[in-house]
């Protein structure tokens, strides 16, 4: 059974430092790897999405490595500012009963104070 | 475009109240999900729909019914009302999944209180 865990479960860091948040999956056998940002009292957005077969992604300061063979991924946030306080939750899609299915993480919680 | 809007943001019901949250999406996706969110916990798949007139039941859809007359519209159907089913639901839908290339978009939740 996928199960999919993130850690550290909430971080509180000073704006401007780089961080790095973690998520490890137990079934390698994965088409995409995605992280999402969640805003309180708002739907989660699409952040980056890797495929199985790519290492990395890049959008702006965040970047994404993938290591399918070990099961893990990393989101790195470069020079984080206080917009970047939400919830980050890493989500695997492998493919079950005709549909793409997507299994959560719980999410790391973070807060960038200034 | 809206994308995927869902209705009522909030909702208190009563134990063995029934109730239908509603979804709709605007981007002409073939596929819609329905989702729940437990506090501190990630998202489990209640139903979803691969097309109008096709549903199917995900992870966890005891408690839960779903239609799909149309492309647009897929609504959440809650029956008897426990408070078990106290969460924040989330509606999604993608275009397709064929190769895991299409990531899904996801509307801003319904919190939902039962008592």
């Known amino acids: 059974k996928q199960e999919v865990t993130q850690i550290p479960a909430a971080l509180s860091v000073p704006e401007g430092e780089n961080l790095v948040l973690n998520c490890s999956f137990t079934?390698?056998?994965?088409?995409?790897l995605q992280w999402f940002r969640q805003d309180p009292g708002k739907g989660l957005t699409s952040l980056l999405l890797i495929q199985s077969s790519q290492r990395e992604q890049t959008s702006g300061r965040l970047n994404a490595s993938l290591d399918k063979s070990s099961g893990r991924s990393t989101l790195y946030i470069a020079a984080s500012q206080p917009g970047d306080s939400a919830t980050y939750l890493c989500a695997v899609s492998f493919v079950s009963g005709g549909y793409n299915k997507l299994i959560f993480g719980a999410g790391t919680r973070l807060a960038v104070h200034p | 475009n809206a994308g995927v809007t869902q209705t009522p943001k909030f909702r208190i019901l009563k134990i063995g109240q029934s109730m239908t949250l509603q979804c709709t999406q605007d981007?002409?996706?073939?596929?819609m999900y329905w989702y729940r969110q437990d506090p501190g916990m990630g998202l489990k798949l209640i139903y979803y729909s691969v097309g109008a007139g096709i549903t199917d039941k995900g992870e966890v859809p005891n408690g839960y019914n779903v239609s799909r007359s149309t492309t647009e519209d897929f609504p959440l159907r809650l029956e008897l009302a426990a408070p078990s089913q106290t969460s924040v639901y989330f509606c999604?839908?993608?275009?397709?999944?064929?190769?895991?290339?299409?990531?899904?978009?996801f509307g801003p939740g319904t919190r939902l209180t039962v008592l």
């Open positions: 981007m002409n996706h073939n596929y």
């Open positions: 079934d390698s056998a994965i088409y995409n």
């Open positions: 999604a839908s993608s275009y397709s999944t064929a190769g895991g290339e299409d990531t899904q978009y």
